[in-house]
């Protein structure tokens, strides 16, 4: 059931996007250098359901359209260099990293008639042609955002010898924000300096066999993984923190396909809710864990058959109460098993077919775990060919079967189907 108009409702986005890498070698010294320019301009529309009406036999419908416009240029160089020291090897990783991306968003809200911004459908009819014009409001967006990275990172991996290696490093990464509010007249800033330690250990009681535990910490800024939320309550925000821990085994089966299994915990503090004593103002005292174990295969079962699969289980729990969830309530969009399969079987020496699926258990929309998206699973596959001539195609189909199924939402009351059966021809030229 389609709630809304869907001749109103769509989206596009345009992605121009340049890369340039150079190396070079100097014995024992490696230096890598690559630049990513990349400018993306987005729009999309909705006209959709808000909420049920009072008696129970309507529905809201409410409108929008944004329109984001990003560039980005980043610049990230490596340095790698081998060294002895007695009995111990070091191989030493230095870089730097450069970014810039700035950002401007519009968004209006719909209206219908003249100062409605929302209009009744009936529940059991709820798609409708039902126009709207579209034109900012008092709460719109219209800002313009300006992100400037700059970051240093080291690491450096011990081989004590082929049984024992020990790897040991850090990033230090300065993250500067400045927003305006072009609708409020308003500029807003927030620098934050991070250091992310990165340890870890690998045994290697055989050279096809390897036990590893490693322990990382890495850090997302109050503004949101799209720095365009950032206002005066969240400007004093301290960054969300993730800290994550994994210890598996890998095999090295038959020297051709690789198994493995780890398992892990991510714990992610300095979450935001509203204060209970101040709705205008956020405070930072929830937190989450995720725990899971993930096994995996990949490579040749023979020598034209090549699979990557992995089946994952984990539980993902609000650990400290906020205003916004309780302890115990499931992090939502996280479902509890995952599975994946793909198999590429090679036909001859030009021309291979492959088939795979992926599955999920169901899962919860939103943090107050009220609404379910039921479980799915989606079969994929494809037929690759050498043309010759340094040509490749491929033909890659998503949903072979036309499954209708919901992999996200952004709410309980705005869930996202998954695409339906649909083709995507790929041309490769090597010169």
Known sequence: T???????????????????????????????NNTRFANYNKFYQNIFSGAVASAGDQVNLTAYNHGIERRNILNQTDINWTAVSGSVTHDFLAGAEIGRASTSSIRNTGYFGDNATTTLVPLSNPTTSIPATFKQSATDADNGTVVNTQSLYVQDQLTVNPQLRFIGGVRYERFDIRFADHRAGAELDRD??????????VIKPTNLLSIYSTYSLSYLPGSGDQFSSLTEATQGLEPERFSNYETGIKWDAFDRLALSVAAYQLDRDNTKAAD?????????????????????????????????????????TITNATSSSPAGATVPLVPATTVSLWNKVSLTPRYGLSLGAVSQTKIFAAIDNRVVLPAFTRFDGGIYAGLGLGLSAQVNVENILNTRYFPTANSNNNISPGAPRNARLTITADF
């Open 2 to 32: 389609f709630f809304g108009n869907p001749d109103e409702s769509h989206a596009r986005v345009t992605v121009n996007a340049a890369n340039a890498t150079v190396m070079h070698d100097a014995g024992a010294i490696q230096i890598r």
């Open 192 to 201: 934050d300096a991070m250091i992310s330690p990165r340890a870890g250990i």
């Open 276 to 316: 209970p004593n101040d709705p205008t103002k956020l405070i930072q005292t929830g937190s989450q864990r995720s725990r899971g174990v993930e096994l995996g295969a990949s490579g040749q079962v023979t020598s034209g058959w090549d699979i990557a699969a992995a089946v994952a289980r984990q539980e993902a």
